[in-house]
């Protein structure tokens, strides 16, 4: 099982941003039912946790992106997004896709994102 975070970029303050996060490999219906996150992790920081979605649907947002960013998930096509709204500076940060497929802990290589003028 693979995880790839894709979409990242530099943009403007108050820009958007679509990342992708694509699930390959083994893994058929266990998408389905698998829990994904996104987290970010700022130069000298600690990784937080941004945005998760479970495998009913219901999201929930760190207090710092609530009302900006949204998280939803195709099992079709095996993605989750981040949609990411009136980006500010504090957004930067590299974005990292997890989830608990098979009851596991995975994570996939990180997309940069760089909100400067």
């Known amino acids: 099982v693979q995880l790839q975070a894709s979409g990242g970029g530099l943009v403007q303050p108050g820009g958007s941003l679509r990342l992708s996060c694509a699930a390959s490999g083994s893994i058929s219906s266990a998408f389905d039912i698998a829990r994904f996150q996104w987290y970010r992790q700022a130069p000298g920081t600690q990784r937080e946790l941004v945005a998760t979605?479970?495998?009913?649907?219901?999201?929930n947002f760190a207090d710092s992106v609530k009302g900006r960013f949204g998280i939803s998930r195709d099992n079709a096509r095996k993605r989750v997004y981040l949609q990411m709204n009136s980006l500010k500076p504090e957004d930067t940060a590299v974005y990292y896709c997890n989830s608990d497929l098979y009851s596991r802990d995975y994570w996939g290589k990180g997309t940069l994102v760089t909100v400067s003028s």
């Open positions: 979605v479970t495998s009913g649907g219901t999201t």
